[in-house]
């Protein structure tokens, strides 16, 4: 739900500081970023540890600005509504599919289902394209989406296995502090990237770097943790309507039957997503490695500590019939 809100920052951001797309992607990144590592500095929060938490910060932070230079291309050439569809649409299909590959997930009928009735929903929330739109355009914003929905996807595939040494905030903060900025030469080359101050501007900015960036993502890789990955790829599809909901409380935009009919379908398929993680229970994975290490040696030595006592058990009543055994023939009275 906080991420449907960026959209309106983003186009408040774009319309009052006359910023093109791109730089409204730096401004987001940057300024999220620079807010958690301000949090994780004031309250002394552990920073990464280790080669392997750095290999995924690097790695983060590369598919983070290229799925945000991605989608910010593909709507700057084709409607905003179809970049979103292919992108927001194809997520949950690719992450379904990564997990299903790996074996981390089986794809069951009710994910099938899910993933079918919001993609049937999307569709007839954005519409189609307008028919002004040549195909060879058509064709790379299309493109560009969908290499968008493949960087998050991977990016939501890796975030939802921990990696000893980094925390989900420190992780947040550091890639999207290095995104923001691996996305600022191409910002620049783009178009205007320096902001002029004003109210409103502020205001946009610190809204959109807080809100859909700084909270939401820690706690979307925190609910990474307590469900699957292509369950958590389908539940981001709040974010398109909460998005539809504030543009009709605050845009004063009218929904038609065919919205509202696409509206109903994604949140039957919402529900759909949400039971099916609530029966398959999906286990948080342990983040600690030591605590792994002692939990395999502590499960060792149980087995060892077990085996001796099933030995022990099976000795001791066995010496026990044995000498009851001797005890009664002794007891027996003489045969007349």
């Known amino acids: 739900m906080l991420f449907g809100t960026g959209g309106i920052l983003a186009r408040l ?7 093109p797309p791109l730089a409204v992607a730096c401004y987001r990144l940057v300024g999220g970023g620079a807010l958690l590592l301000a949090v994780l500095t004031v309250t002394k929060a552990r920073w990464p540890r280790g080669s392997d938490a ?9 598919l983070t600005a290229t799925y945000q230079a991605c989608y ?3 709507a700057a050439i084709i409607p905003v509504g179809l970049a979103t569809l292919t992108t927001v649409g194809t997520i949950p299909v690719l992450v379904s599919i990564v997990e299903h590959v790996t074996g981390r997930r ?8 899910s993933i079918g009735l919001a993609f049937v929903g999307l569709a007839l929330m954005f519409g189609v394209p307008p028919v002004g739109v040549s195909l ?3 064709l790379v914003g299309v493109g560009l989406a969908a290499c968008s929905a493949l960087g ?8 939802s296995r921990p990696v000893h040494g980094l925390t989900d905030l420190a992780a947040t903060g550091i890639t999207f502090s290095l995104g923001g900025l691996l996305l600022v030469p191409l910002a620049a080359a783009a178009g205007r990237l320096v902001m002029q101050p004003s109210p409103g501007s502020v205001t946009a900015v610190a809204a959109l770097a807080t809100i859909p960036t700084a909270v939401a993502y820690p706690l979307y890789y925190a609910g990474l943790r307590r469900t699957s990955a292509t369950t958590a790829a389908i539940l981001t ?4 309507l909460t998005g539809l909901a504030l543009s009709v409380a605050v845009l004063g935009e009218r929904l038609g039957p065919t919205t509202v009919a696409g509206t109903c379908l994604l949140s039957v398929a919402l529900v759909l997503a949400a ?3 609530s029966r398959a229970g999906t286990p948080a994975p342990t983040t600690n490695h030591d605590a792994r290490v002692g939990t395999a040696a502590r499960r060792q030595a149980t087995g060892t500590s077990g085996a001796s006592r099933q030995v022990r058990s099976s000795t001791v009543p066995r010496r026990r019939l044995v000498r009851r055994q001797r005890d009664s023939a002794t007891a027996q009275p003489p045969p007349p």
Not at 106 to 113: N, Q
Not at 152 to 159: G, K, L
Not at 237 to 240: A, F, I, N, R, T
């Open 13 to 19: 951001l774009g319309s009052t500081a006359h910023l």
């Open 54 to 62: 750095w290999r995924r910060i690097v790695a983060v932070s590369a």
């Open 72 to 74: 910010h291309l593909s």
């Open 106 to 113: 089986r794809l069951t009928g009710c994910v099938l289902a």
């Open 136 to 138: 060879p355009t058509l």
């Open 152 to 159: 998050f996807a991977v990016v939501n595939v890796m975030m």
């Open 237 to 240: 599809l709040l974010e398109p």
């Open 275 to 277: 039971s099916s993680s």
